[in-house]
């Protein structure tokens, strides 16, 4: 084992205090250390998106990060979208109703990369779905069924907004 | 698909890096990590040491000067994109930027980073060298200034020496009115660039061409100026058939070839890149986009 140091990080709300190797990226940290494994690895070369987290609101490729880079931030993963172990939430509700996923591999990182996206732009159209998810391979569904997915999630995050207000 | 083993150091100040960049040897410095880390997944480099700028304090900013702006070496992308600046008085940039890979890439990846990878099809680098950008370098000897067009020495490789790291970007402004335009032609929206063209044009009431600045990216080694292309322009209030001719000069340029296309396939874009976004821009600086 190479140099190690201390981090202190806080990822969907849990915050862990780990020693890891200095040349582990943060997608095998969080998947192997922490055991959170919903965060996939496609080509670990900043490709394919499937490894896309929320670093402090923001999405960023899990393998084109250190995990050393990690300590004093916050994080989200798939794993912390859910509002409850028996809820879904509605970007991940829209998924499961519009047939957003089919062998799912993309699925963490789209929902990640969505959500991001959503915040962002809470009524976008077709096309800046396209250009949001352009970073995210599917080799599943063509894309269709998941820009589907992602304006129903948008309806879907409004109607929940507008009832809170 | 992991990263050799390497000593981490993660500095707080620019003087800490210009000495940890002194005294170690086969180090290399990490910003946004965007492309250095799939290069180290892939150990196509093997440093013995990263230095993480990530926590380098005072590289972060956009600020305005009175002829421009100047950004601080760790400026993220995304920063950059959403800036209200950078809209209003580089939109060439903010017109770019939308290429540069994707949000995710963006959040992370920084403008210090880029210019000093120095890929020849990257966004940035080619705004740097279309705005004559100024870039700023600290080293054992204090701070030193590098015109962008000097910039560039090789193929990934640019004029900051290994005891230097790049800390702030100069980049001056042109007229309120001026026509901008960025064109790229890639397989995929995020792809890098086969070849790409930036473009800016200053318009007299005339119509006539008063400055043109014309880079070509994604051809050879570097970006390129197409000077000769800019001074055929100067003075002339071009029609499409003139804009046509004068980018046949563009197919001159040096290219290479690789699996995304041969040299003349790249020199055939050069031509067709440099005239869709001069007349992008031209329609732009007169008011007719």
Known sequence: MGQTRKIALTVNGKRYEEEVEVRVTLADFIRHQLGL?????GCEHGVCGACTILMDGRSARACLMLAVQADGHDFLTVEGIAPSPDKLHPLQQAFHENHGLQC??????????????????PDPTEREVRIAISGNLCRCTGYQNIVISALDAAKRLQAEAEQKA | ???PPFSYHDPKTVAEVVGLLSTLENAKLLAGG??????L?????????IIDLNRVEGLSYIRETPDGMEVGAMTRQRDLEFSELVARRFPLMHEAIQSIGHRQTRN???IGGSLCHLDPSAELVSCA????????????????????????VGYLTSAVEPNEVLTAIRFSAWPAKHGYAF??????HGDFAIVSAATLLQVDDAGRIMRAAVTLGGMGTGPVRASELEVALTGHAPDVEFLRQACESCRRFEAFDDVHAPASYRQHLATVMSRRALEKAYARATGKA
């Open chain 2, 183 to 188: 064109v790229e032609f890639a397989r995929r």
């Open chain 2, 1 to 3: 698909m992991k990263p």
């Open chain 1, 37 to 41: 494994t919903g965060t996939h690895l």
């Open chain 2, 34 to 39: 965007q492309s250095l880390m799939p290069m």
């Open chain 2, 129 to 152: 060298m279309t705005l004559d950008a100024v870039v700023v370098v600290a080293g054992p000897a204090g701070q030193r200034e590098i015109a962008f067009k000097d910039f560039p």
């Open chain 1, 104 to 121: 799912g591999f993309c699925t963490p990182g789209m929902l990640t990369t969505l959500l991001e996206f959503l915040r962002d732009n």
């Open chain 2, 41 to 49: 997944n892939f150990r196509y480099v093997q440093p013995d040491h």
């Open chain 2, 108 to 110: 992370r990846g920084t």
